[in-house]
């Protein structure tokens, strides 16, 4: 089970962290992500960390602006986004993936979890 946390609204400019705690003893074992769904758009990949934290993948849009990072003894993964735009606004979603490598498919990622919504403000 994914639980997130750390949604709101936020102005233009501003910035949010993004929090997913995991239940699985083995999450360490698991490639992390996130995804979001604007409004009235298809679901699209945001980010996503190796089981060590060597390797992250970010889709083009939040490249510079998004970090993902996980900590692994405390079962949690981050979402740190700054520079907000307004076309951030989202459900943003934790997933965890089944496969060994990074992959942005969206079928590769098995388990989801309830999702948190961002707001940024014009």
């Known amino acids: 089970q994914l639980v997130e946390s750390g949604g709101g609204l936020v102005q233009t400019g501003g910035s949010l962290r993004l929090s997913c705690l995991s239940s699985?003893?083995?999450?360490?074992?698991?490639?992390m992500g996130w995804f979001r769904q604007a409004p009235g758009k298809e679901r699209e990949f945001v980010a996503a960390?190796?089981?060590?934290?060597?390797?992250?993948s970010y889709a083009d849009s939040v490249k510079g602006r998004f970090t993902i990072s996980r900590d692994n003894a405390k079962n949690t993964v981050y979402l740190q986004m700054d520079s907000l735009k307004p076309e951030d606004t989202a459900v943003y979603y934790c997933?965890?993936?089944?496969?060994?490598?990074?992959?942005?498919?969206?079928?590769?990622?098995?388990?989801w979890g309830q999702g948190t919504l961002v707001t940024v403000s014009s």
């Open positions: 997933v965890r993936s089944r496969n060994n490598r990074i992959l942005h498919s969206s079928d590769v990622y098995d388990v």
């Open positions: 699985a003893r083995t999450f360490s074992s698991y490639i």
């Open positions: 960390i190796n089981r060590n934290s060597f390797s992250t």
